[in-house]
């Protein structure tokens, strides 16, 4: 990593050297980027830092709350994740994807709009808050990019702290954005009977019996929301067979239904009712979200309101179900979203240093009025 300037902003500083961190979801460098937050906070006498311990020891989720809150004082959380997606051919960037580099207003590298930006900008804006006072919070976790899988620890480092609202740092080019569907991820198997490619009608040919269920999609009870929009179905892998020459017995295809609903077991009742079908397993649910544009906090959001929802998911999916009923949640970050698990990933320097104005705008307000 080329080494800051001296005259760089500490937002800036603190996003190059997160951004030099290779945190591919699944490596050590996921738990390297949070013991980095966790430096930052290093004698702030106002914060508490807490980690989440995983399977093999190293901690999956961190949540940075005040040492003392009074118990009628709900927290402003700020939630983001550590992990980016792969670098799949480093050859192809202008820069090194973890070199951080700087070339007129745009930092270049993997994770610098997914999510770093609005990591750096979240941990700075906290960070002073805190020092004020302020009932804010910081939650990273783990495994964002492939299920929100470290999201259910911060949940836990959540419990027994009352929640206000959550923003969720995302790559919105600084739009608040209300929401976005959540997801069901299914695994859905039919079975055959195996024989010589020579005699197929000795056998029962899983892949047929696939393909025939997958000509009724057009059957499933999709739904509708006035602001998310429609549901929908993309069918991304299919497996199933070895040779030609042997008639397939195992046929799976892997679905990736996007869902306006919480209760998702008409959709998976709908999967599971067909005759080929011989198993369904759900690999992912995560819940719809939605603010109401007429909520009384988003009035003070120092930014302008998307008119769309997001069109991926974020961890909002799994802290949702922990909060209660009315509880804001936006997705509010300056990543652009245009460049997101791009090569030449990217995010605007202006962009962050008005992040930071903009949370510590939105986290004294908090104060003022809770």
């Known amino acids: 990593m080329t080494a800051p300037t001296l005259s760089a902003p500490p937002v800036i500083a603190l996003l190059r050297d997160l951004v030099a ?8 460098g996921e738990a390297a980027v949070l013991r980095r937050v966790a430096a930052e906070f290093e004698g702030v006498e106002e914060a508490r830092v807490a980690f989440a311990p995983g399977a093999d020891g190293e901690p999956t989720a961190l949540l940075v709350s005040p040492v003392v809150v009074g118990a009628d004082r709900p927290l402003l959380v700020f939630a983001s994740h550590a992990d980016v997606v792969p670098v799949t051919d480093a050859s192809a960037w202008t820069h090194d994807p973890f070199s951080s580099t700087v070339v007129g207003d745009r930092l270049y590298g993997r994770g610098a709009s997914d999510m770093k930006s609005g990591l750096a900008a979240s941990i700075v804006a906290v960070r002073d808050l805190l020092r004020q006072g ?3 919070a910081l939650a990273v976790s783990t495994g964002e990019e ?5 999201a259910p620890a911060v949940v836990d480092l959540l419990a027994g702290l009352r929640v206000g609202a959550v923003v969720i740092p995302e790559s919105t080019d600084g739009q608040v954005v209300l929401g976005h569907r959540g997801a069901l991820w299914a695994t859905v198997r039919t079975s055959g009977v195996a024989a010589h490619g020579s005699t197929p009608e000795r056998g029962h040919n899983a892949i047929l019996d696939l393909v025939t269920v997958l000509g009724r999609l057009d059957d499933l009870p999709l739904s509708s929301h006035a602001d998310l929009g429609r549901e929908t179905v993309n069918v991304g892998v299919v497996s199933g ?4 020459n042997i008639v397939p017995d195992v046929c799976e295809a892997r679905i990736d239904l996007r869902v306006v609903r919480d209760d998702v077991d008409e959709l ?3 999967w599971r009712g067909q005759p080929e079908v011989t198993d369904v397993r759900v690999d992912l649910d995560l819940a719809a979200v939605w603010t109401p544009r007429d909520h009384p906090w988003l ?7 998307s008119e ?3 069109s991926y998911f974020t961890d909002a999916s799994v802290l949702v179900r922990s909060l209660e009923d009315g509880v804001p949640v936006v997705v509010w970050g300056p990543g652009d979203p245009t460049v997101v698990h791009t090569v030449d990933e990217s995010v605007s320097v202006e962009a962050v240093l008005r992040a930071v104005e903009q949370f510590g705008h939105v986290g004294g307000r908090w104060a003022v009025e809770h």
Do not use: E, K
Request: net charge negative; glycine share 16%.
């Open 241 to 244: 067979g070895s040779v030609p």
């Open 268 to 270: 998976v009742d709908w």
């Open 134 to 136: 302020a009932p804010v």
């Open 308 to 310: 769309a929802p997001a």
């Open 146 to 150: 492939v299920g929100c899988l470290g």
């Open 21 to 28: 961190i290779d945190s591919t979801s699944g490596s050590p």
């Open 299 to 305: 009035a003070g959001l120092d930014a302008p309101v």
